[in-house]
């Protein structure tokens, strides 16, 4: 059971003060004698034992504050000194539970107190009796749906506030997958290439002074190239709103005649009547790439066959292809190829990708609508 706290040990206190104070305000006409006794002499007595026993459920009321209710509201038929305990209990109701139970509770209330004028006849007339229920138990009952709706609005704000946190988490950490996956396939690209360059010197270091000259300028060049692009997804990192920098369906060009700067050598076949959407045009531009970058990891010196074929209400179809010097990794292994998928998916698209029997094929469709 829950620990009960200092804090509501005071306002079950003050409650009961309460209850105990409108119980002895509503029979003070018969203990000051003017009105008359109930006949024979003890139903009095009876009354002040069930008003005192009404008064002891202030400390259960929380528990079961319905069944609380509508016992108080019996006993309140033909107990004067119970009243106060039955309005603390309508209340609790009212407070406690949502107004689809509150509100009927009420209505019996009422009917209790018409039962009391006929039980326990007022010799001024009922009227007056019937009146000071009313005002008495609805001022329980609406302050206690206002109390009710408060507190429903606080929980309402601040599980909304909490989604919202959440859903901030969510796109932090979105935005943190993109970054990371642009700067995969962005610096990837250009560090292969100097990986290649670097190792072609290495391993000829007796090669002519053209060939060590080009091989150092396509180094400058990249190195250059993959800072600024660093420099943009940083410079995206700091603004405070902005995108990543994105590729077009034009830059595969770009991209391919720097390929073959680096030695490598590719093949492009495209066969596309107009230009492409910019969503299908910025993924065919990673497919190309990524192709591009696991070719020069894993089939250096073999040649890449890079194919763009389609047209709008057919789709897109992206093919890399090229021979292997070794084993292919896993997929497990590819990070790269992890994120090209959630992009082809995101594009609502198809991708392929495995060994065939001469080397290794990536291939993807993507939806061009008509």
């Not at 000051?32 to 009321?61: E, H, K, Y």
């Not at 896993?330 to 198809?350: C, H």
Request: aromatic share 6%; charged share 20%.
């Amino acid at each position: 059971m829950k620990r009960r706290r200092v804090r509501d040990w005071l306002v079950d206190t003050m409650l009961f003060l309460f209850a105990a104070l409108i119980g002895l305000l509503a029979a003070a006409d018969r203990l000051n004698g003017n009105a008359p006794m109930p006949d024979p002499r003890w139903l009095f007595d009876v009354d002040q034992i069930l008003g005192l026993l009404a008064c002891g459920t202030i400390w259960i009321r929380k528990r079961w504050p319905v069944q609380v209710c509508l016992t108080l509201l019996a006993v309140g038929t033909i107990s004067e000194l119970s009243a106060g305990a039955m309005i603390v209990s309508l209340f609790t109701v009212a407070v406690h539970r949502p107004p689809k139970v509150s509100l009927p509770v009420f209505g019996v209330s009422m009917a209790a107190a018409g039962i009391f004028v006929i039980v326990r006849p007022d010799p001024g007339g009922p009227w007056g009796t019937i009146v000071w229920a009313l005002m008495l138990q609805g001022a329980a009952v609406g302050w206690g749906l206002f109390i009710h709706h408060r507190r429903q609005l606080i929980i309402s704000l601040k599980d909304r506030a909490d989604r919202a946190e959440t859903e901030a988490q969510l796109r932090a950490h979105q935005v943190r997958e993109e970054i990371a996956r642009e700067m995969h396939d962005v610096l990837g690209h250009r560090l292969s290439l100097l990986s290649v360059h670097a190792g072609a010197l290495e391993y000829n270091p007796a090669a002519a002074t053209e060939d060590i000259a080009r091989a150092a300028k396509v180094i400058r060049e990249s190195a250059h190239q993959a800072l600024q692009d660093l420099r943009e997804v940083i410079g995206v990192l700091r603004a405070p709103v902005g995108e990543l920098p994105q590729p077009t369906f034009a830059d595969i060009n770009t991209l391919i005649n720097e390929s073959r700067r680096a030695g490598m050598t590719v093949r492009l076949h495209q066969q596309l009547p107009r230009p492409v959407p910019d969503l299908v045009g910025r993924t065919s531009y990673r497919i190309v790439q990524e192709g591009l970058t696991n070719a020069r990891k894993h089939a250096h010196g073999q040649p890449v066959r890079v194919s763009l074929t389609g047209g709008q209400g057919e789709g897109i179809t992206v093919e890399v292809f090229n021979t292997l010097n070794e084993p292919v990794p896993s997929e497990t292994d590819s990070q790269g190829l992890k994120g090209l998928a959630e992009r082809v998916a995101l594009a609502e698209g198809r991708l392929e990708h495995g060994p065939t029997t001469d080397g290794w094929r990536l291939r993807a469709w993507l939806p061009w609508p008509a």
